[in-house]
């Protein structure tokens, strides 16, 4: 495609679709699934395209909680090109536990969820960019565990991850783990009367 809009016939969608996909030249900058009505689900359950997906980002906005269908269809790209991972939906623990299994999960560089997400740091540790908009609580040790992972990588200008949690967090004590020079240039942080947003900015090289 040379980036131009086109309109598509509801019951020509998947056939076009799954040409798209098979076409070894095809790489697709924004896959995104919205599900307003039962009619979407129905539409989704036939999904099967048969072949790697070569999208540089998987959107998936839904109402209800993520559950299987999403990991059905997020198996289907192609973890070489799948760069960027933004949900939606509220996640359960259990169910994102196993989302976090996937190759194309490990493989992502950026990660923005915006429904209830809480589950294990380390799980998120590989992300150059990271948006938590609602995590329930973050204790003082796995907010310093995931400043020092950014800290002790070799990542691009630019990485961030930036938290949102419903408990404040103890930010003075999170503080006292790192230097003022590295703090300086690197640290972050904002407070809100019912949330604290934990905002970590890569804006030069990596200072220790």
């Known amino acids: 495609m040379d980036g131009s809009t086109y309109e598509i016939e509801e019951d020509q969608l998947g056939q076009i679709c799954a040409r798209i996909f098979k076409?070894?030249?095809s790489k697709i900058q924004e896959i995104n699934?919205?599900?307003?009505?039962?009619?979407?689900?129905?539409?989704i359950?036939?999904?099967?395209?048969?072949?790697?997906?070569?999208a540089t980002q998987l959107t998936w906005k839904d109402s209800k909680e993520l559950g299987e269908e999403f990991l059905r269809i997020l198996k289907y790209f192609d973890s070489?090109?799948?760069?960027?991972?933004?949900?939606?939906?509220?996640?359960?623990?259990?169910?994102?536990?196993?989302?976090?299994?996937?190759?194309?999960?490990k493989c992502a560089k950026k990660l923005e969820a915006t429904g209830n997400f809480?589950?294990?740091?380390?799980?998120?540790?590989?992300?150059?960019?990271?948006?938590?908009?609602?995590?329930?609580?973050?204790?003082v040790e796995k907010a310093v565990e995931i400043v020092k992972n950014f800290q002790n990588r070799n990542l691009p200008v630019g990485s961030f991850f930036k938290i949102c949690t419903e408990f404040p967090i103890m930010v003075d004590t999170v503080l006292t783990?790192?230097?003022?020079r590295f703090l300086d240039s690197k640290f972050?942080?904002?407070?809100?009367?019912?949330k604290r947003i934990f905002f970590f900015h890569f804006t030069t090289k990596t200072i220790h």
């Open 118 to 139: 809480d589950t294990r740091i380390d799980w998120f540790m590989h992300f150059e960019q990271i948006t938590v908009q609602k995590m329930y609580f973050l204790s």
């Open 45 to 54: 359950s036939n999904f099967n395209p048969n072949c790697k997906i070569k």
């Open 177 to 180: 783990h790192f230097s003022e």
């Open 23 to 25: 076409n070894p030249k």
């Open 80 to 105: 070489k090109y799948l760069e960027m991972l933004k949900l939606e939906p509220e996640i359960s623990r259990e169910f994102l536990d196993q989302v976090c299994k996937t190759e194309q999960w």
């Open 188 to 194: 972050e942080i904002s407070a809100f009367p019912t």
């Open 33 to 43: 699934f919205d599900f307003q009505t039962e009619k979407s689900y129905t539409r």
